[in-house]
């Protein structure tokens, strides 16, 4: 027999012997177990209702809160020890009780647990998990808006970091330019993918700020103008570098060269060709020969000034044959007297 219930008074009790009573008399097979079953009902009938009801003087009240009652056995083979029932039953009958011992024989629950279980009520099983259920989606709801917010935060700055990189990042050197704004393009359609197909979850619960951040990226997408293309030739003036008749390079003339290094520093896929010419002033041969001293001393001062290998450049000297302004006056034969420095790729466009 086993059954258990949760009390507050003597009345309910009674109400749970009687229904425990009719299931022993509809179960005839178990004579002996009835006959200790109707036996045990009738001392709590006997000894525990009448204490509920009325408690002895000076004794504290009795309030039971729970009744458990099952037939476990006895383990290990010993006799039953002598309680309060047995008592009563001895007192009764004359007898003891003596159940049958088992080895299989076991709690309904596992006995470590019987320490641990309640002493008072806390509501009806039905309130209690309501009460369980509520609290779990409460718990799930904040874990959730928790989650959101965090993946929103990591989104705002992530695209801020992006816009911030693209407006720091100078025209030149291009490509790097061009870097950021692909960066921020990838942002604008990952944004345009949420405002099409709706918010994911893990951005949802009404955090998500991207369609603040959408309208700020497609401004600094159009506004973006590329820096015009560095030209492939460079003119530089030859009396600003070198002495009337002379080949060697003037002390300052760091200034007018280091923004032709920039060029050739930025375009290190390509060869350069440094063309050395002058005015009629002078003999031909003699001119050649001065414009050819003249770009080589330009050749030698940039692979000084750069780890660029001397194999990279090509000088020539092309005298008065190549003149760009009439020789008549002095401010043509100053435009033909100059070093030009041009790119050429290593390989020709297909």
């Given amino acids: 027999m086993t059954d258990s219930t949760v009390l507050t008074d003597s009345n309910a009790l009674n109400d749970r012997l009687q229904a425990i ?5 509809q179960c005839p097979t178990a004579t002996k177990r009835n006959a200790l079953g109707q036996a045990l009902l009738d001392w709590l009938n006997e000894t525990i209702l009448p204490t509920l009801d009325a408690p002895a003087p000076g004794a504290p009240p009795l309030a ?8 476990i056995g006895t383990p290990d083979h010993r006799p039953p020890a002598i309680g309060a029932w047995p008592h009563w039953l001895n007192e009764k009958s004359g007898l003891l009780p003596t159940l049958a011992a088992s080895a299989s024989c076991s709690l309904p629950i596992p006995s470590f647990l019987i320490p641990l279980l309640p002493t008072r009520t806390g509501g009806l099983p039905l309130w209690r998990g ?5 609290c779990l989606a409460m718990i799930a709801l904040c874990t959730a808006f928790a ?3 965090w993946s929103n935060q990591r989104l705002v700055e992530r695209v801020t970091s992006d816009l911030a990189t693209y407006r720091q990042t100078p025209n030149d050197p291009i490509h790097t330019k061009r870097a950021a704004l692909h960066t921020l393009e990838q942002d604008r359609t990952e944004l345009r993918h949420y405002l099409q197909l709706g918010t994911p979850f893990h951005l949802g619960w009404g955090l998500y700020r991207g369609v603040i951040l959408l309208p700020v990226i497609d401004q600094a997408i159009t506004s973006y103008r590329p820096s015009a293309p560095l030209p492939t030739t460079v003119t530089l003036d030859s009396l600003s570098l ?3 008749g002379k080949t060697t390079l003037k002390p300052d003339v760091e200034r007018e060269l280091v923004k032709a290094l920039f060029l050739i520093q930025s375009n290190r896929n390509k060869r350069v060709l440094i063309a050395g010419h002058t005015d009629r002033s002078g003999t031909a041969s003699a001119n050649l020969k001065l414009s050819d001293a003249r770009a080589r001393a330009v050749r030698d001062w940039f692979v000084a000034m750069s780890d660029l290998p001397e194999t990279q450049f090509v000088i020539q000297g092309y005298g008065d044959s190549r003149p760009i302004a009439s020789n008549a006056d002095a401010a043509g034969r100053a435009r033909n007297r100059r070093v030009e420095i041009t790119l050429v790729p290593d390989t020709p466009a297909r």
């Fill in 21 to 25: 009573r009719h299931r022993l008399e």
């Fill in 64 to 71: 039971l809160q729970g009744l458990l009652i099952a037939d």
């Fill in 130 to 134: 309501a009460c369980h259920a509520v």
């Fill in 147 to 149: 989650a959101s917010a």
């Fill in 242 to 244: 070198f002495d009337s």
